[in-house]
């Protein structure tokens, strides 16, 4: 049991909120745990957003009790083969006593990984106790139907379900910093890193004390982010950062023929983006600056100015030069972040500030009473002139519209155009950025391009992923912590992965304060 | 029976309810007549009324509503006013401090201070104690056990994105802090859940059923112990997924051998719960569920979300006059759109009917009793709304019908209700649900509503 760590409590590392998995989170976790691959049933509610901007499963009440204890039947049904490996006996011996001990030796081995550390002898009694029962009262179950329904309780239990850490002593310390146990870091590093629990190796590097040491944690990180599953997580950790939406369901106006499957090759698209990156130098400078596309959809190549395109997303298409540069300036962002009433330098800029920028943005007025229709008349840039002429609105919109008017060149859905309405587009603006400049930039590629080259831009973007690392928002005490994390951001040149390996090697991470704990 | 229910007796304390939930004197056996059980239905929507709409003619005091006319999109209710309580907009105290009004989706229906948040654009709040509906459905199961201690029902909600992604903005009803209750929308799941028996012999389906029990008795003990290593916060979240696991066991427990419970009713088939365009048919399913589920006893709370706190990714393509505009940008109305104003009246209008049809249905069924000819009778439904209009008008537009077995003085325009704290509202409907109870969520405001009750 860990004790307070004098000098991680002087560090103020901040509290570990009980999380549950994510629902992507729970789909890994069944892969790795029983080999099956099935989606999350639709009775479990989606994720929502949290406080840390990042989503995170719903809070259990009795729908989502029951739809998990519903799937993880069925699971637990189809995953038998992988279930009965864990028991070190294939099938029932029939002395009673070398019975027993072949279904402590499945507690012991099976919940050491449902769990993602080991039983503590008190558990081991409690579900002992419950297949002793079992047996007594299901007296039409066998040996292996009784080792299945122990395997469907352990799925929900808690110690399954929540990131929950090591048991605490009752009457333990209550004020302080402690290390996060071994078994405790090695599961928040792999559900950061990998989206899903500790792979064989990584339970051995906690087993072994390897995760004592910051080169330890470093070595076991690096190596989880060279595994092709850390690319789905980022992809994933990305499309949440920017609030990219599930296209598939975007409500547009009649004119722009957007299809389900158009929104859905959007994303795809994102996605591949950041695997591209990935691959390549693995920066935020490159996520902000790629032309590089790859799309297997005929309607996304046409706005991408590619008509007739035919190829795959094994292809790399090149968007041209003159029209996009990187994340900021691809489909899915675009028509992410546009209003169903077009009028999209609103939010695209309040995205570029809030996310790449961390300017913070004072709440609106009272009173305030945002537009909500765009007069067919007039432009988009000519529209919102009239409306930051009211003097409430204005003082928001000095911080934001700008950035947003600098992606006039993409409607709805983000097609390049060079009209608006009657009028040539201006996509000019000035961006304020938090060291106090105001810089002009002509359009969204000049705008990515400062964005790329600004420190600022990877100090906000650490900010962000500490709170996902975190799975919670900031407290003050975070500051130092985060400072650090710039700093090895920085030092790495702005690479994703050395950003990631930072933050799970910060003593915010790799403590927890017990304040919030009894 | 387990240790962990009496467990979860105590989590009701300190809540912030005032008064011990106690079980009344069994009011059937003192009256020696059969009278039928009292039922409350709490239903909410986002972005208020119309501007100037939500109001009825008269001064200070109580106003006469059938001499009263009602505006456009209220006038749907026209038949059912001396059904009615028409409060005049009251305050949600605990939501004045927020951004605006859509805050007090979560806030609304406990009164009780928020969760401490720092404000910002994704800033939600969310309350430090239980919905009304929870503290009545607690009480009632103190002394009657019913399937289910609530029906907490919704319509489809839209992505869980943006401003309306937080499960403070799309949950209305809350057990507690940190306990927010997911609504059902599959009226085919209801279907099966409350009313449909199965196809097993009897040995097997109580071998099934003993099964089933005794994993939940383990789940509930083991989430105790659980929860006993964590800390107060954290304690919230496990205490939220306890009483899903006890409300498992409850309707296990109380569901007949054969699984049915009562007359099912008839849903059509296809109907796609993702799919915007199927909401009326699915509030429809959900009405006839919900009058089956109170017919056949299963319940006598239910909740009804008819969209988050501010419908971000919600349109309305069954009301084709809203042109595919979202139900935000809708309720907002007229001040940069000069069509807004006609597009909020069109989807309130298309509320209001649903109001009238709710009532229709409880008003269809006979239920004689000493303060009642039908169902309605007993019932009280709370109509309710978290901002006046839908540019922000920090007050709440709420409507009650029904007498709730003669409690309620209705067909009145409550306009002395104006500008109070929305808790008083909150401690009369606990009385007319026979609910002992001084306040909720706030001890410095106490009492019922003046001019409410009979």
């Not at chain 1, 994720?47 to 729908?63: N, W």
């Not at chain 1, 850390?230 to 296209?247: A, H, N, P, T």
């Not at chain 1, 990156?277 to 991408?304: C, F, I, K, P, Q």
């Not at chain 1, 840039?381 to 006039?408: M, Q, V, W, Y």
Request: aromatic residues 8%; proline residues 7%.
């Amino acid at each position: 049991m860990p004790g307070v760590d004098p000098t991680a409590s002087a560090l103020l590392p901040g509290p570990k909120p009980l999380r549950r998995l994510t629902n992507f989170e729970l789909k890994n976790t069944m892969w790795e745990l029983l080999a099956v691959d099935v989606p999350v049933p639709e009775t479990l509610p989606r994720d929502v957003l949290s406080e840390s901007g990042f989503s995170e499963g719903s809070v259990i009440s009795r729908l989502e009790a029951e739809a998990i204890m519903e799937w993880t039947g069925t699971l637990a049904q189809q995953g038998v083969a992988r279930i009965m490996a864990s028991a070190p006996c294939a099938t029932a011996p029939a002395d009673r006593a070398l019975q027993d001990e072949c279904v402590s030796g499945f507690i012991s081995n099976f919940g050491m990984r449902a769990f993602r550390r080991p039983v503590t002898a008190a558990e081991s009694t409690e579900f002992f106790s419950y297949y002793r029962d079992v047996l007594r009262t299901q007296q039409s179950y066998g040996f292996e139907q009784s080792i299945g329904v122990l395997a469907h309780l352990m799925l929900q239990s808690p110690r399954f379900l929540y990131h929950a850490g090591s048991p605490i002593a009752a009457m333990g310390p209550t004020s302080g910093a402690v290390r996060l146990d071994a078994y405790e870091l090695a599961s928040r590093m792999s559900y950061f890193l990998s989206g899903s629990m500790p792979d064989a190796s990584l339970f051995e590097a906690a087993l072994n004390g390897r995760l004592a040491s910051t080169e330890g944690i470093q070595q076991e990180a690096r190596r989880l982010l060279s595994d092709p599953q850390s690319k789905v997580q980022i992809e994933e950790i990305m499309l949440q950062w920017l609030g990219i939406e599930d296209l598939r369901k975007k409500i547009k106006d009649a004119r722009y023929s957007f299809t389900p499957e158009l929104g859905q090759a959007m994303v795809d698209e994102t996605r591949r983006l950041v695997e591209s990156v990935l691959d390549g130098e693995g920066t935020l400078a490159s996520l902000l600056l790629s032309r590089t596309a790859y799309v297997d959809n005929g309607a996304l190549a046409a706005l991408y100015g590619h008509p007739g395109f035919t190829g795959n997303n094994l292809t790399p298409l090149q968007l041209k030069e003159t029209e996009r540069s990187g994340i900021l300036t691809r489909a899915a962002f675009l028509t992410s972040k546009s209003l169903g009433s077009e009028l999209n330098p609103i939010k695209r800029g309040l995205a570029v500030v809030g996310k790449l920028l961390c300017l913070n943005v004072p709440p609106p007025p009272a009173g305030f009473v945002p537009p909500d229709h765009v007069d067919p008349g007039l432009s988009t840039r000519e529209f919102l002139k009239r409306h930051d002429a009211n003097a409430c609105a204005s003082a928001c919109h000095a911080i934001f519209t700008p950035a947003g008017f600098a992606f006039e060149n993409y409607d709805g859905v983000g097609a390049y155009r060079t009209v608006d309405g009657a009028e040539t587009i201006d996509a000019s603006a000035s961006v304020y950025f938090p060291d106090g400049t105001t810089r002009p930039v002509v359009n969204a590629l000049e705008l990515s391009q400062l964005l790329a080259a600004d420190a600022g831009t990877g100090d906000c973007f650490a900010d962000h992923w500490f709170r996902r690392a975190l799975r919670r928002r900031d407290i003050p005490n975070d500051e130092g912590h985060r400072r650090e994390v710039k700093q090895a951001f920085r030092g790495a040149t702005g690479n994703i992965r050395e950003l990631m390996v930072a933050l799970v090697t910060s003593t915010a991470f790799t403590h927890r304060s017990l304040e919030s704990a009894k | 029976m387990s240790k962990w229910i009496i467990r979860r007796r105590d989590l009701l304390r300190g809540m912030g309810a005032g008064a011990a939930l106690l079980p009344l004197l069994n009011v059937r056996a003192a009256r020696g007549q059969v009278v039928p059980p009292k039922r409350v239905i709490m239903c909410v929507f986002p972005n208020g009324y119309p501007s100037g709409q939500y109001t009825a003619t008269g001064n200070n005091g109580a106003v006469d509503l059938s001499t009263a006319t009602f505006a456009a999109s209220l006038a749907p209710l026209s038949p059912w006013k001396d059904q009615l309580a028409v409060v005049a907009p009251v305050k949600c105290i605990n939501a004045d401090d927020a951004e605006d009004y859509h805050r007090a989706y979560s806030m609304m229906f406990s009164g009780a201070a928020p969760v401490s948040k720092p404000l910002g654009p994704s800033s939600v709040w969310a309350p430090t104690g239980p919905t009304i509906d929870q503290v009545i459905a607690n009480n009632i199961d103190l002394r009657e056990k019913l399937p289910r201690r609530t029906l907490p029902l919704a319509l489809p909600l839209g992505e869980p994105e943006g401003v309306d992604g937080t499960l403070e903005a799309r949950r209305a009803f809350w057990a507690g802090q940190g306990q927010p209750i997911t609504p059902e929308i599959d009226p085919y799941k209801l279907v099966k859940d409350l009313f449909v028996g199965t196809a097993m012999d009897d040995v097997a389906l109580t071998q099934a059923r003993a099964g089933r029990r005794s994993m939940l008795d383990f789940l509930g003990r083991d989430l105790e112990r659980f929860s006993a290593q964590l800390g107060t916060e954290d304690q919230f979240t496990v205490a939220s997924h306890l009483q899903g696991i006890r409300d498992l066991e409850l309707q296990l427990q109380q569901i007949g051998t054969g699984g049915i419970l009562g007359e099912p009713p008839t849903i059509p088939t296809g109907l796609n719960i993702q799919a915007l365009n199927d909401t009326p048919a699915l509030w429809e399913a959900q009405r006839q569920i919900l009058l089956a589920a109170f017919r056949a006893g299963v319940t006598r709370v239910a909740t009804m979300q008819f969209g988050p706190a501010w419908g971000d990714k919600l349109n309305l393509p069954w009301l084709p006059a809203t042109g595919g505009r979202v139900w935000h940008e809708i309720g907002h109305g007229p001040t940069d759109n000069p069509q807004g104003q006609d597009d909020h009246q069109t989807v309130v209008t298309w509320y209001s009917q649903q109001f009238a049809k709710l009532l229709e249905g409880l008003a269809s069924i006979p239920e004689p009793g000493p303060n009642s000819v039908t169902m309605l009778d007993n019932c009280v439904v709370v109509w309710a709304s978290n901002m006046l209009s839908g540019d922000h008008d920090p007050s709440l537009p709420w409507i009650l019908a029904g007498k709730c077995g003669g409690y309620f003085k209705t067909g009145q325009y409550l306009a002395s209700a104006a500008n109070k704290p929305v808790n008083h509202l909150f401690v009369d409907l606990a009385h007319a649900m026979d609910v002992p109870l001084d306040f909720l969520g706030n001890p410095d405001i106490r009492g019922p509503m003046p001019g409410l009750k009979a």
